[in-house]
């Protein structure tokens, strides 16, 4: 079969059709980036042109956030403390970020709240247009995979506004609450993809981080996510399908007890199965690879050890491909414990194994 664009590759594993390879996609952390310049990827070079993978991109710049003053309050050689756009005041390490230690949050509650919602209307400068325009065409002209990313959902309500107890208690406590911080949020984000969308810069898929579990399963209820979290989660998949794109969801930890009702849902693909989690992608393909595009279900864990990453890639590769409707992929992000030497080797690996 002749080479093919990433685009094409892409659209071929939606389809559930078999193209030339699998594609190939992933997200090295900062650091991760900053060791491989040491170990040799070029200044200057994008990391995915180094080990040759595919060619996805995210339309950016799409500010959901309620627009807090930004202002650092503490910064030493070593960590830096301030407060975002969200309302969060966290610590990070320097030079290197991690994931930030949360420190307090501007939304406490239904009256911090509601002082929040009115700084939540959509407009076009929350739209990076000077982005868009510089970039766009030459995606297209390169055979990309276009996707638009967006903050909003539980997990954006709890990682970037409320907080994690704050907002589990709210489930049980004040539901109406949380909908209306879910729903706000939904409704912000599909205003200005509607923006994005009429002013001619089409994409192919929308894609929002949504984690809903942890190691041991789901972080609430069925109940609770059939009332709170399903009726966005459909807007947003029926707006998709109603563009002639399609609906990719991100969700760490376990969520096995999701996937059949995701499915339901109309979702069109989801990442990133984690295996440290408890995540079955063998189990999912067989019972919903011919619906659900699969992203990742390789254990990041391993591919610092070459021949642990080659065994898993022989194993799971071949199955989860099978029929189209896989991208490679890690079980989340790479590390800085992966050398670049080895995520070389696992993508050539992956190409040789991915073919059709």
């Not at 041991?216 to 966005?232: I, T």
Request: charged share 25%; proline share 5%.
């Amino acid at each position: 079969m002749e080479p093919m664009t990433t685009h094409e590759r892409v659209a071929r594993m939606y389809a559930h059709r078999e193209a030339d390879r699998v594609p190939i996609n992933d997200g090295p952390w900062e650091s991760t980036i900053l060791r491989w310049r040491q170990e040799g990827l070029p200044a200057g070079m994008d990391w995915r042109e180094y080990v040759g993978a595919d060619l996805f991109v995210g339309m950016g710049g799409m500010d959901t956030s309620p627009r807090f003053p930004r202002e650092v309050i503490e910064e030493t050689d070593s960590y830096i403390i301030e407060r975002d756009s969200w309302g969060i005041t966290k610590k990070n390490f320097k030079p290197m970020r991690t994931t930030p230690m949360n420190i307090a949050h501007a939304i406490d509650g239904p009256d911090s709240w509601r002082r929040a919602k009115e700084r939540m209307l959509p407009s076009r400068d929350r739209i990076n247009w000077a982005y868009l325009e510089q970039n766009y065409k030459r995606w297209r002209e390169q055979g990309a995979w276009i996707s638009a990313g967006l903050w909003f959902g539980y997990d954006i309500v709890n990682a970037r506004m409320v907080g994690t107890e704050t907002l589990l208690l709210a489930m049980a406590d004040d539901p109406e609450w949380v909908m209306d911080m879910l729903n706000t949020l939904c409704d912000l984000a599909l205003a200005l993809v509607d923006m994005v969308w009429e002013a001619g810069y089409h994409f192919d898929e929308l894609q929002w981080p949504d984690d809903m579990g942890y190691r041991n399963g789901l972080l609430f209820s069925k109940k609770m996510w059939r009332e709170m979290v399903r009726p966005y989660q459909q807007r947003t998949i029926d707006w998709a399908h109603a563009h002639g794109v399609k609906a990719h969801l991100h969700s760490c930890g376990n969520i096995m007890a999701l996937v059949p009702d995701l499915v339901d849902l109309g979702l069109d693909a989801l990442n990133p199965m984690e295996i440290k989690a408890g995540m079955e992608p063998l189990t999912i393909k067989q019972q919903f690879g011919d619906r659900l595009l699969l992203c990742g279900g390789f254990d990041i864990r391993n591919w610092s050890d070459w021949e642990l990453a080659e065994a898993d890639l022989r194993e799971k590769l071949p199955v989860l491909m099978e029929s189209g409707g896989y991208i490679f992929h890690s079980d989340h992000s790479i590390p800085d414990t992966v050398s670049l030497e080895n995520y070389y080797r696992i993508v050539q690996l992956a190409k040789e194994i991915g073919r059709y």
